[in-house]
């Protein structure tokens, strides 16, 4: 969760990424392993992919493991 609010945070709220990440669900209790999922296609996560390169690094992992379920 934390990981999802920082990403939120660096972008603006007239961006492609931040109407994507706005869609997002949540599940799970937020006190230990809260999931956040975010329901896009695949141009969204590359687009979401791409930014989190160049603003926030630490989501990487995150994005890349939903591509990687998208195309599997």
């Not at 945070?9 to 990424?17: C, H």
């Given at each position: 969760?934390?990981?999802?609010?920082d990403?939120?945070?660096?972008?603006?709220?007239?961006?492609?990424?931040?109407?994507?990440?706005?869609?997002?669900?949540?599940?799970?209790?937020?006190?230990?392993?809260?999931?956040?999922?975010?329901?896009?296609?695949?141009?969204?996560?590359?687009?979401?992919?791409?930014?989190?390169?160049?603003?926030?690094?630490?989501?990487?992992?995150?994005?890349q493991?939903?591509?990687?379920v998208?195309?599997?």
């Open positions: 969760m934390r990981v999802y609010s990403f939120l945070g660096r972008v603006t709220l007239e961006s492609r990424e931040y109407a994507v990440l706005k869609t997002a669900i949540g599940e799970g209790n937020p006190a230990t392993d809260h999931t956040v999922e975010i329901l896009c296609d695949a141009g969204d996560a590359t687009l979401l992919l791409k930014r989190a390169t160049e603003s926030y690094p630490e989501a990487l992992p995150f994005i493991l939903g591509l990687d998208c195309i599997a």
